[in-house]
Structures are given as C-alpha cells and as structure tokens.
C-alpha cells in the first residue's frame, strides 16, 4: 500500500533529527485526534484534516517503533544452567572463570552453520518485531576468531535483507579473551582483523573491564579503531570501576554501554560530553546487580539511551516493554524519558536519527499502533504487544 493514513485518538513523539538530553529528554510531543499520512513508505504529514481517498487505519495510541541500540544478536542456543548457577549464589565472574558463561556460547556459535546461525536468529527477531522493535543493532562476540566473527557478521547481513527490521552490525570481537592466550596476544589478533571487517560495519565494540580487557589494551583497540574511520562503543564500569568510561569520552566514542558502577567525576564528564550512556535495566534486573544511575546522568544533561543487551546469558530478555517498565521502576525515569531514549536517542546511538526514532514528515513510517492503551500502559502492563506494526509503511497486523 503506497498511500493511506493512521488515525491516532493520541500520538506520542519526539521531534527533530538530533538527540534530547536534560530537561529536553522529556519534553515529547502530544497529538490529539491526529491523522498520519503515509506515502511511498515515508511519513508525507500529519493533519487534523482527514485526507480525502486514503484508506484508514484507526488506533488508540500511536508512537515511533522502538529502536533497540545494544544487543548480542547473533548467538547460538541459550545458557539456561548459567541462570541456575547464577540463583545458586555464584557471580558472572565464577561462571566465566570456570568455562561457561560467554564460552559456552562461543562453542555454540563455533559449531554452527551459517545457515542454522540466521535460522535460529531469524526467529529471534520476528520475536522482537511483533513486540514493536522496528531496528535493532547486533554485535558479534561469540566467536573470537577470525573465520567465526566473521561468520557473525555475514548472519547479520543476512538477517537485514530478510528480517523486517533494520539490522545494525557491530564488531565485537574483543568481547573476552580466548582460552590459551593472554589479552595484550588476542588483542593484537583484534586489530588485525579489522582491515577485513571495513566493509561489514561502522562501528567497533570492546569489553573494558575486570575478566576482560585493560585500559591499556582497550585504548590500543581504540585508537587502531578510529584510524581506519570506525565508531567507537565501549561496555563501561559494568562489573567494576575501572576508568573504562573516561577513556571513551577522551577518544570520542559514540557511546558507553552498562555504566553500573561509574563515579560522580564519570558522570560529570559524560555530561560535558557527546558519548552515550546506554542503560540496560534487564542487566541489572538478571544479574541482581544495582542500576546504573540514570537520574544523575539525566539532571546533569548527559545523553542518555535505553537498551535491552539482549544475550543468552546476562540478559535473556526479549521483551521491550519490560526493559521500559524497569526503567521507570528502578531507573527512575519517566515515561517521556523512556520513549525518547529507546526510539531518538537510540536511533541517534545508531547514526540513523535522521531516518527513525520520531513520527515526523521526511521520516520512514515506523509507527507502532495500540488500541485500549496508552503510553502509561505500555511501561505498566508487562508483555504487551502492539495491535499493528507499521514499518516503511508496510503493515503487519499481530
């Protein structure tokens, strides 16, 4: 359908094509019995005035398809003895430490086809697309060798042309560090890999923390990373403080990711900074760890994202409107702040803010429809799905 319009008792967006930080992270706009015209895949206007010979679409409510900026897509097979484990008393640490955690995974992903990777991904996705997630990003990681990193992002680009949603890869292959070397050894493995993965995707992931990689080895990442035009994205001060979040402010990465445990002095620099803090609640949440200190971030004007970290072991998850009712709970954010970071500000995360993220003119027609809802409802009541989801102005009905 190349022209029709949605109808919206209420519609609930941001605006504009750059992130809202502070006070303006919260400040949306409301539209009341307002008509979305929709052309050619693209928002044309949205009018009081019904347009005449448009066939209609009529809900509710009405906001921007949500934009998931951090997960771990693609992986192979769960890890559901790591939950058992984990309620048993022992830390992401032990686990790792004893050959599970993100080494079970790897095994997986080792053995599998690249067939069986999109196969079992692919289900994944449709998972998150009937839940209103339009784009997602996907990292790999769980292979930490040349061929099966690769392999990870050959799936990815397999999953953007026959998924419905856009699919964003991210290199990750400094995720953990192999059995049988050190980290400074792999590290340097890491860097030579990037010239093969130029063409695959813009940006590049590193874990900086305790059980993963130094500050030394991750600034050598860093800085080998921006010298051949990739972004930058840092897992920051997860599990401990380690200045993980300093270091990629001072080489200008686009975002920081977890930021459980950073200190005022981070928070401060974060704030007088351009670099993301992505927040991840379900982490939290599943790891019975404390959150990250989003109202500090937030009343000091940092930038401020939402995202799942969708993996099989930390953050098993798919389910976006728990990610936003955690948020709100114990993030403290309210549902403004939370719909402007997990559709704006995440697709700004993601370079794409000028395409997604806002119900605005000029804009792709990702537009997720409820009936017997509002915004409130969809933070509150956990599981639920969207009536309709609209993406590039193709319809799908759940």
Same mark, same amino acid.
């Given at each position: 359908?190349?022209?029709?319009?949605?109808?919206?008792?209420?519609?609930?967006?941001?605006?504009?094509?750059?992130?809202?930080?502070?006070?303006?992270?919260?400040?949306?706009?409301?539209?009341?019995?307002?008509?979305?015209?929709?052309?050619?895949?693209?928002?044309?206007?949205?009018?009081?005035?019904?347009?005449?010979?448009?066939?209609?679409?009529?809900?509710?409510?009405?906001?921007?398809? @949500?934009?998931?900026?951090? %997960?771990?897509?693609?992986?192979?097979?769960?890890?559901? *003895?790591? &939950?058992?484990? /984990? $309620?048993?008393?022992?830390?992401?640490?032990?686990?790792?430490?004893?050959?599970?955690?993100?080494?079970?995974?790897?095994?997986?992903?080792?053995?599998?086809?690249?067939?069986?990777?999109?196969?079992?991904?692919?289900?994944?996705?449709?998972?998150?697309?009937?839940?209103?997630?339009?784009?997602?990003?996907?990292?790999?990681?769980?292979?930490?060798?040349?061929?099966?990193?690769?392999?990870?992002?050959?799936?990815?680009?397999?999953?953007?042309?026959?998924?419905?949603?856009?699919?964003?890869?991210?290199?990750?292959?400094?995720?953990?560090?192999?059995?049988?070397?050190?980290?400074?050894?792999?590290?340097?493995?890491?860097?030579?890999?990037?010239?093969?993965?130029?063409?695959?995707?813009?940006?590049?992931?590193?874990?900086?923390?305790?059980?993963? @990689?130094?500050?030394?080895? %991750?600034?050598?990442?860093?800085?080998?990373?921006?010298? *051949?035009? &990739?972004?930058? /994205? $840092?897992?920051?001060?997860?599990?401990?403080?380690?200045?993980?979040?300093?270091?990629?402010?001072?080489?200008?990465?686009?975002?920081?990711?977890?930021?459980?445990?950073?200190?005022?002095?981070?928070?401060?620099?974060?704030?007088?900074?351009?670099?993301?803090?992505?927040?991840?609640?379900?982490?939290?949440?599943?790891?019975?760890?404390?959150?990250?200190?989003?109202?500090?971030?937030?009343?000091?004007?940092?930038?401020?994202?939402?995202?799942?970290?969708?993996?099989?072991?930390?953050?098993?998850?798919?389910?976006?409107?728990?990610?936003?009712?955690?948020?709100?709970?114990?993030?403290?954010?309210?549902?403004?702040?939370?719909?402007?970071?997990?559709?704006?500000?995440?697709?700004?995360?993601?370079?794409?803010?000028?395409?997604?993220?806002?119900?605005?003119?000029?804009?792709?027609?990702?537009?997720?429809?409820?009936?017997?809802?509002?915004?409130?409802?969809?933070?509150?009541?956990?599981?639920?799905?969207?009536?309709?989801?609209?993406?590039?102005?193709?319809?799908?009905?759940?």
């Amino acid at each position: 359908m190349n022209y029709f319009t949605v109808f919206a008792k209420k519609l609930y967006t941001a605006l504009g094509n750059k992130p809202k930080r502070g006070l303006e992270l919260g400040k949306i706009e409301k539209y009341e019995n307002v008509y979305v015209v929709i052309e050619n895949g693209k928002i044309k206007d949205l009018t009081k005035e019904k347009p005449v010979d448009a066939k209609c679409i009529f809900a509710d409510l009405v906001i921007p398809g @949500f934009v998931d900026c951090h %997960t771990h897509i693609p992986f192979y097979g769960y890890r559901e *003895m790591d &939950f058992l484990r /984990r $309620v048993g008393g022992l830390s992401y640490l032990d686990i790792h430490a004893s050959g599970g955690g993100i080494y079970e995974t790897v095994e997986k992903v080792k053995n599998a086809e690249l067939s069986e990777l999109v196969r079992f991904n692919l289900k994944l996705l449709a998972k998150y697309f009937k839940k209103g997630v339009t784009c997602l990003e996907g990292k790999t990681g769980y292979g930490l060798n040349e061929l099966d990193e690769l392999k990870q992002l050959q799936a990815l680009k397999i999953l953007g042309k026959i998924s419905h949603m856009d699919v964003v890869p991210t290199f990750m292959a400094a995720h953990a560090v192999p059995k049988g070397t050190s980290p400074s050894e792999y590290m340097d493995k890491v860097i030579e890999m990037l010239q093969k993965v130029q063409n695959d995707c813009q940006f590049v992931d590193v874990f900086c923390d305790v059980g993963a @990689f130094d500050l030394k080895q %991750t600034e050598k990442l860093l800085i080998a990373a921006k010298n *051949m035009n &990739f972004k930058i /994205r $840092v897992h920051a001060d997860e599990i401990e403080r380690t200045g993980a979040t300093q270091l990629a402010v001072k080489y200008g990465a686009t975002s920081v990711e977890h930021v459980l445990k950073i200190s005022e002095e981070d928070i401060d620099i974060l704030a007088r900074s351009n670099t993301f803090a992505v927040l991840m609640p379900a982490t939290s949440y599943y790891l019975n760890e404390k959150y990250a200190p989003a109202r500090e971030l937030i009343d000091k004007n940092a930038l401020v994202a939402l995202a799942s970290d969708f993996n099989p072991g930390s953050s098993p998850v798919v389910e976006p409107s728990f990610v936003m009712n955690l948020a709100v709970r114990y993030l403290k954010m309210n549902p403004y702040e939370v719909l402007t970071a997990f559709t704006l500000n995440s697709a700004a995360v993601l370079g794409l803010a000028d395409k997604i993220g806002t119900i605005e003119p000029g804009k792709d027609a990702d537009l997720l429809l409820y009936n017997d809802a509002d915004l409130e409802t969809v933070m509150y009541l956990i599981g639920i799905t969207p009536d309709v989801i609209i993406k590039r102005g193709q319809i799908f009905e759940n």
